[in-house]
């Protein structure tokens, strides 16, 4: 058992999807998903190119709308939210691009405290405080002033996740967060969220770095034809695949021998 598992021991789920399915006319992506996160889980979301990993965590927070099935965040399906209830809830569940997303016409401040002050009922003093505490502690307070166009790939990433932050999220999901770095900037970004996991902050990531999802995650999904084939913990989904798909997706990820 996982020590998220342990913790989440008798505790709510989170997140628990049921029975999810997405199609794009007759091309059925997610057929019938089912899975759960506990709190403090750190959930890696693995497979091939266009399996369906964005279309799933998009759907969590209903940036793509599932056709059926249920979302329950706490107990409530998100897929039967008013617009006004949605609004109040959606910024709890954070999400982060591989490509950033970030306001170009705005300050790295002005980035963090926007959502807080417009739908985190802080004042923009109050926003601003915050934002400079979290940009603070990871490294960026100097850049507070910076717009985005002049931070690098790995700085403008690290500014999306505070972003992401200063709502209080209670999970954040990451849609392949280090694609679109140069190599030398991926660790400055994994280590940012390495903090966060050990942390306790409840994450799902999609991602093709196999190593951060051996080291970090709690549990490892492989997604292929429309579903989760395997959900294990990352010792038994790396070290012993139980399923012949990973075991290839692995080893062409030179992962496996
Ligand atoms: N708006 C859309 N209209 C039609 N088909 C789509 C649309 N968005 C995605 N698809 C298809 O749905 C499938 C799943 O796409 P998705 O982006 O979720 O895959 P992915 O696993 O995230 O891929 P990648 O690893 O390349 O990011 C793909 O076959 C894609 O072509
Ligand atoms: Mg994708």
Same mark, same amino acid.
């Given at each position: 058992?996982?020590?998220?598992?342990?913790?989440?021991?008798?505790?709510?789920?989170?997140?628990?999807?049921?029975?999810?399915?997405?199609?794009?006319?007759?091309?059925?992506?997610?057929?019938?998903?089912?899975?759960?996160?506990? =709190?403090?889980?750190?959930?890696?979301?693995?497979?091939?190119?266009?399996?369906?990993?964005?279309?799933?965590?998009? #759907?969590? &927070?209903?940036?793509?709308?599932?056709? #059926?099935?249920? /979302?329950? *965040?706490?107990?409530? !399906?998100?897929?039967?939210? +008013?617009?006004?209830?949605?609004?109040?809830?959606?910024?709890?569940?954070?999400?982060?691009?591989?490509?950033?997303?970030?306001?170009?016409? %705005?300050?790295?401040?002005? &980035?963090?405290?926007?959502? =807080?002050?417009?739908?985190?009922?802080? $004042?923009? #003093?109050?926003?601003?405080?915050?934002?400079?505490?979290?940009?603070?502690?990871?490294?960026?307070?100097?850049?507070?002033?910076?717009?985005? +166009?002049?931070?690098?790939?790995?700085?403008?990433?690290?500014?999306? /996740?505070?972003?992401?932050?200063?709502?209080? =999220?209670?999970? /954040?999901? *990451?849609?392949?967060?280090? #694609?679109?770095? @140069? =190599?030398? %900037?991926?660790?400055?970004?994994?280590?940012?969220?390495? @903090?966060?996991?050990?942390?306790?902050?409840?994450?799902?990531?999609?991602?093709?770095? %196999?190593?951060?999802?051996? &080291?970090?995650? $709690?549990?490892? %999904?492989?997604?292929?034809?429309?579903?989760?084939?395997?959900?294990?913990?990352?010792?038994?989904?790396?070290? !012993?695949?139980?399923?012949?798909?990973?075991?290839?997706?692995?080893?062409?990820?030179?992962?496996?021998?």
């Amino acid at each position: 058992m996982t020590s998220a598992e342990e913790q989440g021991k008798g505790a709510e789920p989170l997140l628990e999807v049921q029975d999810l399915c997405r199609r794009y006319g007759e091309h059925v992506i997610l057929d019938h998903v089912s899975f759960r996160i506990m =709190p403090g889980d750190v959930v890696a979301v693995i497979g091939p190119s266009g399996c369906g990993k964005s279309t799933l965590i998009r #759907s969590l &927070n209903l940036l793509e709308r599932a056709e #059926s099935g249920r /979302i329950l *965040f706490h107990g409530r !399906d998100l897929l039967t939210l +008013s617009s006004r209830e949605a609004a109040a809830t959606i910024p709890r569940i954070g999400m982060v691009f591989q490509q950033f997303n970030l306001f170009d016409n %705005m300050t790295v401040l002005r &980035n963090v405290a926007l959502a =807080p002050e417009i739908s985190g009922g802080l $004042t923009r #003093s109050q926003a601003e405080e915050k934002a400079m505490m979290l940009l603070e502690r990871v490294g960026l307070a100097g850049r507070a002033g910076a717009y985005p +166009s002049h931070l690098s790939g790995g700085q403008k990433q690290r500014v999306a /996740i505070v972003r992401s932050l200063a709502m209080d =999220p209670e999970i /954040i999901l *990451f849609d392949e967060p280090t #694609s679109a770095l @140069d =190599p030398e %900037m991926v660790q400055e970004v994994l280590a940012l969220m390495r @903090d966060l996991a050990q942390g306790g902050l409840t994450m799902m990531v999609v991602t093709h770095e %196999m190593r951060f999802a051996r &080291n970090v995650s $709690t549990r490892a %999904m492989f997604v292929c034809d429309g579903g989760i084939r395997v959900d294990e913990p990352p010792e038994r989904f790396f070290e !012993d695949p139980p399923d012949p798909r990973l075991r290839e997706f692995l080893t062409t990820a030179g992962m496996r021998g």
